[in-house]
């Protein structure tokens, strides 16, 4: 069983930045793709930014050109570097790591939560 362990939320003035990671238990060696996700109080749990195994990223609109997504395979890791922090970025985020075995067994392991808190 792959645990996540995320580290780096906090309180932060608007503006600031902040950087999340996200370490899985153990090494990695099938497909996978990486995601981060957010929930802020009483709203859905939406998709803020994801990587692909073969580096490709994709952003939520929210937060296109202020987070960054990236990934370290060799330390089984990935991250989420957040610019121009805004008040509404404040949420717990989470990160979600999707590996693919074969064509038609896929897990999904999630991180327990880090909390955003972006003060105005």
């Known amino acids: 069983q792959v645990q996540l362990v995320e580290s780096g939320g906090g309180l932060v003035e608007a503006g600031g930045s902040l950087r999340l990671s996200c370490a899985a238990s153990?090494?990695?060696?099938?497909?996978?793709?990486w995601g981060w996700y957010r929930q802020g109080p009483g709203k859905q749990r939406d998709m803020v930014a994801a990587?692909?195994?073969?580096?490709?990223?994709d952003y939520a609109d929210s937060v296109k050109g202020r987070f960054t997504i990236s990934r370290d395979n060799a330390k089984n890791t990935v991250y989420l570097q957040m610019n121009s922090l805004k008040p509404e970025d404040t949420a717990v985020y989470y990160c979600?790591?999707?590996?693919?075995?074969?064509?038609?067994?896929?897990?999904?392991?999630w991180g327990q939560g880090t909390q955003v808190t972006v003060s105005s």
């Open positions: 990587i692909t195994s073969d580096g490709s990223t």
């Open positions: 153990q090494r990695i060696f099938s497909f996978n793709n």
């Open positions: 979600k790591l999707v590996v693919t075995t074969s064509p038609s067994v896929t897990y999904n392991y």
